[in-house]
Structures are given as C-alpha cells and as structure tokens.
C-alpha cells in the first residue's frame, strides 16, 4: 500500500550526500535500505554528490554498484581552499570524472561564508578547472554557492560556463533567478521552501521556467518542514515538491513530469 506521502509519479534526487549520514558506529549507511526509503515514495534515482577526493571516490564506487544511483565528482570550495596539493588533487577528480556513473563535476564553485579572503584564490582556482573539466568531458557542472552570488555568475559568465549548469541548492533571489534563466542554467530547490522564513526563496521559484527546474534534499542537510531538526533523507522529497506545486499553482503530476524530465536531461539518461 502506498502511504499518503508517496508522490504520483517518479522524482529525482538530484543532490544528496549519504556518506556524511554516519550511524553510530560511525560506518557509511545502508545504501540499499536508503534507496528502498526513497523508492517507496517515489525517489526513483539520487545523485550523489562528491565534495573532496574520498567521497568523490565513494560516490563513483557507490553509483557502480547500484543502478538507481549516479555520482558526481569535486573538491567542495572549502575543500580547494584547504588543500595542500590542489593540483594533484584536480587530477583525480579529472580522472574520476570520466567515468561512466560519474554524471557531473559538482559540487564546485565560492564559498564565502566560511573562507578567509586570503583563501578564496585557491577556490577561483579549483573552479576554473572543474569548469575546464565539465567542458573537456561534456558533462554538467553543479554550483555550491554561498554569499558569492555576483562572483559565482562572473565566473561562469568569463570563463566560459558549460553546456550544462546547475546551481545547486539555489539560494538567490528572483532577480538571480531571472539572470540564471536567461543564461539556461538550472536551478535545484531543496526543502528550504518550506521554512516560512524564505519568502525570497519562493519568489525566485516563481521566475524559474518549467525546463530549467530541478529537486534535491542536499541530504542530511535542510530537512523540510515538518520534519525540521532529523536528518535529511530522499524520503523527505515529497515535502519539497509539494512546496514547488503551492508555490508555482501547478498540480503534483505536471511538477513531478517536469523534475523527471529535467533530471534526465541534466543528468540521464536514466
């Protein structure tokens, strides 16, 4: 029997993080069991994401050995900010990168919220090159940015962006929204939506055109109401997509077609 929460038709994940959700024992999650959590409400594929060169690796072992998961690869901006040897570091990722299960370079870009001017060069750096990366592998490119709006868009806009981008856990406002949808870039909305203090959030939804909308729970992060204070799962998605369908007046069945026709483009074929 489906429980009220499943959705009435196939979503993706497109951002989530399952090796950071350690159990007590500190050993890495059941992978099958997340996966059976997230099918029964119908998360029917998740990209996990990469942030340094051992869970990138994770992620590409992971996706290897499942078939409803696809990986991408990258050195979080903090991560390049703290890296004694970026350069070798870059190498890895590039090699991991053309994969097969590997499906993006992500998540890449600016983070200044916790980088010290001083080592926000080492991130321009690593950002350049994943971008360099996402070109020579014709593959997508997932933005983290934090308190980097404008520079995060220059990036992109002067050294040349990828075919495909997609700004992960987009946390701009409908005026950003507008700049991204004139570019074709893709915006991933996690259950941020559902806080009631992210009206901005909302409106900048409304400003994102039907093909350019993406899902994700960024996992064990930002759980959406009204689950606020567990960690994030897939199995949370529903919450957020029926955020998306209150917030843009489309039905649940067009909203999930929509994310599932856009993930597979981004990211399939599936």
């Known amino acids: 029997m489906k429980s009220a929460l499943t959705l009435v038709s196939p979503v993706v994940d497109t951002h989530c993080h399952m090796d950071v959700a350690f159990d007590d024992d500190f050993e890495l999650p059941d992978v099958t069991q997340a996966m059976a959590s997230a099918r029964a409400v119908n998360v029917t594929k998740v990209i996990q994401v990469g942030c340094d060169l051992t869970s990138s690796r994770w992620a590409a072992q992971v996706a290897l050995e499942h078939p409803d998961i696809w990986a991408t690869?990258?050195?979080?901006?903090?991560?390049?900010?703290?890296?004694?040897?970026?350069?070798?570091?870059?190498?890895?990722?590039?090699?991991?990168?053309?994969?097969?299960?590997?499906?993006?370079?992500?998540?890449?870009?600016?983070?200044?919220?916790?980088?010290?001017?001083?080592?926000?060069?080492?991130?321009?750096?690593?950002?350049?090159?994943?971008?360099?990366?996402?070109?020579?592998?014709?593959?997508?490119?997932?933005?983290?940015?934090?308190?980097?709006?404008?520079?995060?868009i220059e990036m992109l806009q002067t050294h040349g962006a990828p075919e495909t981008v997609?700004?992960?856990?987009?946390?701009?406002?409908?005026?950003m929204a507008k700049i991204?949808?004139?570019?074709?870039?893709?915006?991933?909305?996690?259950?941020?939506?559902?806080?009631?203090?992210?009206?901005?959030?909302?409106?900048?939804?409304?400003?994102?055109?039907?093909?350019l909308l993406l899902v994700e729970t960024d996992s064990p992060f930002l759980t959406p109401s009204p689950n606020r204070g567990q960690?994030?799962?897939?199995?949370?998605?529903?919450?957020?997509?029926?955020?998306?369908?209150?917030?843009?007046?489309?039905?649940?069945?067009?909203?999930?077609e929509l994310l599932f026709s856009n993930a597979a483009r981004v990211f399939g074929p599936f």
Not at 98 to 117: A, H, I, M, N
Not at 181 to 200: C, E, H, L, R
């Open 166 to 175: 997609v700004f992960h856990c987009f946390s701009g406002d409908a005026q």
């Open 231 to 256: 960690a994030n799962t897939s199995a949370n998605i529903p919450w957020t997509v029926r955020a998306i369908c209150e917030v843009r007046g489309q039905s649940e069945q067009e909203i999930c």
């Open 73 to 152: 690869v990258a050195l979080h901006p903090n991560a390049a900010a703290h890296d004694s040897d970026l350069e070798s570091s870059l190498t890895t990722i590039a090699e991991l990168a053309q994969l097969p299960q590997v499906r993006g370079l992500g998540e890449t870009g600016l983070d200044y919220y916790r980088t010290e001017k001083a080592q926000a060069a080492a991130q321009h750096v690593s950002f350049k090159a994943h971008i360099d990366i996402a070109r020579e592998v014709g593959k997508p490119v997932i933005i983290h940015d934090r308190d980097a709006h404008d520079d995060v």
């Open 180 to 211: 991204c949808a004139d570019a074709g870039w893709y915006m991933s909305i996690p259950g941020v939506v559902t806080f009631k203090n992210a009206q901005q959030l909302r409106d900048a939804v409304l400003e994102i055109p039907d093909h």
